[in-house]
């Protein structure tokens, strides 16, 4: 395998830092919204600032770190070079765009033609994403079980993002047959267990692994996630669509939920397959995150078994579920993946060229590690605090909760960007 | 002086081949290198050795081509068959041009020596118990620490993507053997320009 004249495979420096910086600005935006306006967050589910917070989360934290960490990783997992930086970049103005006007349009119960034109850039956004990745996975030599799982992931993604645009015409000009609340649950489960679920499980059968020197373990549960999810998926959407939504529910959805379990199993084999004995911060937040998964699937499942009916208590309890889901899973996991990746990326970029010329900082001295414990901790604790006082309905318990999870992201936020700070240190004493 | 390909052939052609398969040895996972080495050092003048390998060895390039060998590939469906030769020495009337087989010219031995490569001139390194980054930062420390004309062999748990375009900004060039699912052996040499 050799590989061409001046084969600069990762991505430019400023790409990938210009996705993660906006993704760790929308988490801060998205927290702060939810202090200012934490009366909203119980009750129906469909209230305005919810959504503009589930999608300032999704569309912002989430999708932008998801878009810059694929952008980094193609060329390390699947050993090939994105095709296109320039259409990287017109990606990232449409997305930006889009998530703005849609978050505006969300949080003042707008739904004219404005969300239709944020529906539309994002489309517009994903579009573009899609050819550049299918251009650069073409050139790829490898067909693997994370390619597998990325390509699934991108055909979700192409599927949640047209419903949500049908589903924002359908707010002003009602076409679509069938319930819009019920597709509405079909945009979410396919956009987080289909496109986020996608991605995470494909991604993390490689980077997992390759941080805990893992070997020899088997990758038959990863395949069996593979079939149950999108069986699962497809299964509850198609239901759901065909208006068969009761009898779908109950077979798919615990479906989902056991693809998510076996996947939690398959992280389990690869971590007692270590070389690396003790799990360091990226993995803790990465077990808490999945535990945290784990508690969502199974109270969500037997929520679904045992509801009682009562309207109201299916709207808090889903607000519970979707703020366990995007705080506790996916959030604690980026944020973990975060103080990995990006530290490296300054590393790579600033002082790897000096190696053996002067004295180079080590990756741990780039970020203070007493903070991210703490941060770890707090926000943690924060979402203990918050999930409780959404359960329990109480308004004060909620909203210390959000609080401490804004200092524990404010944490965060400092210790990951003051890592940019550290090219103009370019004396390293001691 | 400069020959055409088929002055090359045919010299080659005309010329004692040591040929040396090492295809074998590398489907074991046995790097050949060491035994690549040991028989340029056992060459005599006007000698050729005939490599044959299913990838193009261009580490190998290098390292010979410093010690004033040049090479001439031909590739057959994914089977190279590299030609070793000392330069100058198999050109027609070049008087220190070929020698009668099996006779080594004295004269000759202290010119030889001056380009046999030393065994101690590999470098080797296992990073395959090391997390990422560090094994790239081993490596990055050790290129420094090498001469010109010093291998480096990495024991590699995994293929080095972003590796590559590192040393290539530092004047070096690596070729990774995929051993198995979890062991590359990554070749790392200095570029001749």
């Given amino acids: ?430 | 002086m400069i020959m055409n390909d088929n002055e090359i052939k045919s010299m080659i052609e005309s010329a004692n081949q040591v040929v040396l398969d090492v295809r074998p040895s590398l489907a074991q996972g046995v790097d050949p290198f060491h035994l690549i080495m040991g028989e340029i050092a056992k060459l005599q003048d006007g000698d050729v050795l005939h490599l044959i390998v299913g990838f193009e060895p261009k580490p190998l390039y290098n390292v010979l081509g410093s010690r004033g060998y040049e090479h001439y590939t031909e590739e057959t469906d994914n089977v190279y068959n590299v030609y070793f030769f000392k330069a100058g020495s198999l050109a027609p009337g070049n008087p220190e041009g070929a020698t009668p087989k099996g006779q080594a010219r004295n004269g000759e031995q202290a010119t030889r020596n001056e380009f046999a490569p030393l065994p101690d001139k590999v470098v080797e390194i296992d990073v395959r118990g090391m997390e990422p980054p560090e094994p790239m930062m081993v490596i990055l420390e050790k290129i420094h620490e090498i001469d010109e004309d010093t291998v480096l062999l990495v024991h590699h748990h995994r293929e080095p993507m972003m590796l590559y375009e590192k040393l290539e900004e530092l004047g070096w060039e690596a070729v990774a053997n995929r051993i198995d699912e979890n062991y590359y052996k990554v070749v790392i040499t200095r570029k001749v320009n």
């Fill in chain 1, 1 to 430: 395998m050799v590989p061409g004249l001046a084969t600069k495979m990762s991505p430019s420096f400023k790409l990938v830092s210009t996705y993660f910086i906006s993704a760790i600005f929308s988490l801060l935006a998205a927290v702060v919204m939810m202090i200012v306006d934490h009366t909203s967050l119980k009750g129906h589910h469909f209230s305005p600032v919810a959504l503009a917070v589930t999608h300032l989360m999704v569309l912002g934290w989430i999708a932008l770190t998801i878009f810059g960490a694929l952008f980094q990783l193609i060329a390390i997992i699947l050993k090939v070079k994105l095709w296109s930086e320039k259409l990287a970049f017109i990606q990232y103005a449409f997305h930006m765009a889009g998530m703005i006007l849609l978050v505006y349009s969300f949080y003042n119960f707008n739904f004219t033609a404005i969300m239709v034109v944020a529906g539309s850039f994002l489309m517009v956004a994903v579009l573009i994403f899609l050819v550049n990745l299918g251009v650069t996975l073409a050139q790829g030599e490898k067909r693997n079980l994370t390619g597998i799982f990325l390509v699934a992931s991108n055909v979700y993604l192409f599927f949640t993002v047209l419903l949500g645009l049908l589903l924002a015409i359908n707010l002003g000009h009602p076409f679509l047959p069938g319930d819009h609340l019920k597709l509405l649950t079909v945009h979410a489960h396919l956009g987080i267990a289909g496109w986020i679920g996608m991605v995470i499980a494909g991604v993390s059968m490689k980077l997992i692994p390759m941080f805990t020197l893992s070997h020899g373990y088997s990758v038959k549960p990863a395949w069996l996630v593979f079939i149950f999810l999108n069986s699962g998926i497809l299964g509850f959407s198609l239901a759901r669509i065909a208006g068969f939504s009761d009898a779908g529910d109950y077979i798919f959805v615990p479906l989902i939920a056991l693809a998510f379990l076996i996947f939690f199993y398959q992280i389990l084999l690869i971590l007692k397959k270590r070389m690396k004995k003790n799990l360091d911060l990226g993995i803790k937040f990465s077990v808490f995150a999945y535990t945290a998964l784990v508690t969502a699937l199974l109270g969500g499942v037997s929520f679904l078994f045992i509801s009682n009916g009562d309207a109201s208590e299916e709207m808090n309890l889903t607000l519970v579920y979707g703020f366990v889901v995007i705080f506790g899973f996916i959030s604690q996991l980026i944020m973990g993946q975060m103080y990995k990746i990006i530290p490296f990326l300054i590393w790579f970029h600033y002082y790897s060229s000096k190696v053996g010329l002067k004295k180079v900082p080590l990756l741990k001295d780039l970020y203070n590690r007493d903070i991210s414990k703490a941060q770890y901790y707090i926000t943690n604790l924060a979402i203990f605090v918050t999930t409780g006082g959404m359960l329990l309905n109480h308004e004060t318990v909620l909203l210390s909760g959000l609080i401490v999870y804004f200092a524990g992201a404010i944490l965060f936020s400092y210790n990951i960007l003051s890592t940019y700070n550290r090219r103009s240190d370019d004396t390293v004493t001691g």
